[in-house]
């Protein structure tokens, strides 16, 4: 956990503000990649997630651009109503489920919203590596866009092209002709709200494995299961390891569930896979993965607890 300041705060558009953090002690911070973000803890208990918005050289600072949800969860409306220029924050070390790849000879970004801020800091990125690159900026209306100062010698350019539909579903961004046609060594990144996502993945369907990249602030809805074909909806048992405790998991409840109710102190903030923050290394067992995060390397090491299962048997949990 990092103390830190809240240096200053910026409006940028309609229920968008900026927040600049800085080492309480005035030392240099972290140093984080292009699509990183932090657990920042809000007060009335919060643990939210934020993307970095500024450039990944900095190290003296983060920026963090947050939307007030209005039917929210209540996070981003404590960020909005509670946090003041002074106050100090504690926060996580920066985390990169996001990155920009390295293979990547031409990269394709398009954001909607807030999603744009992780997609900020890869055009930082992306300007010094002198890398070939394009975004999508998908909002509703230009008093809704956030960063428009920042990206306007970009758009002077040709590299990002702003798009608003002013509400009207009939005028999104055409996303299924955009990526029609797959260009050998391009790299897409997307960053936006659920609906936006699933039309891009879908429009994608056809570009190579490993060439399309996510990054979600909203649990995409989950398809419906056949509880006939698959023994991961039954009951299953978690083993602490340091203890020896078994508990059951049952079908209505996760195993982060399971685990506080039997007193256990477990970190959590979406719990819907989408964060990293329950992420808890497990020693032996069938973990049945249900996160948007973790690599196919990382699976072989971790789960997370908010939303993963088991396939039968036992899961020992390295706790």
Not at 2 to 18: F, G, Y
Not at 141 to 150: D, L, M, S, V, Y
């Amino acid at each position: 956990m990092i103390k830190v300041r809240v240096r200053c705060i910026e409006n940028l558009a309609s229920d968008i503000n900026t927040y600049e953090l800085v080492d309480v002690d005035g030392g240099v911070l972290p140093a984080f990649t292009a699509g990183a973000h932090i657990d920042v803890h809000v007060p009335g208990g919060y643990v939210r997630q934020y993307s970095l918005c500024n450039d990944p050289a900095e190290r003296h600072r983060y920026v963090i651009g947050v939307l007030n949800v209005r039917d929210g969860r209540g996070g981003s409306s404590s960020v909005h109503h509670n946090i003041r220029a002074g106050d100090v924050l504690t926060i996580s070390e920066p985390r990169n489920h996001f990155p920009l790849s390295q293979q990547g000879q031409r990269h394709l970004l398009i954001a909607g919203g807030i999603g744009v801020t992780p997609i900020i800091s890869m055009v930082e990125q992306l300007c010094r590596d002198n890398a070939k690159f394009m975004l999508y900026y998908c909002t509703e209306t230009p008093e809704r866009t956030a960063f428009r100062e920042r990206l306007a010698p970009f758009i002077e350019l040709g590299n990002v092209v702003p798009h608003h539909d002013r509400g009207d579903p009939a005028k999104r961004l055409d996303v299924r002709g955009l990526l029609a046609e797959y260009e050998p060594g391009t790299h897409l990144y997307c960053c936006g709200p659920a609906g936006m996502t699933e039309a891009v993945r879908q429009a994608s369907a056809h570009w190579p494995d490993g060439t399309v990249h996510f990054e979600h602030f909203q649990a995409p809805a989950s398809p419906a299961i056949d509880n006939s074909e698959t023994q991961a909806e039954g009951e299953f048992q978690v083993r602490i390891a340091s203890s020896g405790d078994v508990f059951s998991v049952p079908t209505d409840k996760s195993i982060l569930d399971v685990l506080r109710g039997a007193g256990m102190d477990c970190s959590s903030s979406c719990e819907a896979g989408i964060c990293g923050t329950c992420r808890t290394r497990y020693l032996d067992g069938s973990p049945d993965h249900r996160d948007l995060i973790l690599s196919e390397s990382e699976q072989q090491e971790y789960v997370l607890i908010c939303c993963s299962r088991a396939n039968g048997g036992t899961l020992v949990l390295d706790l």
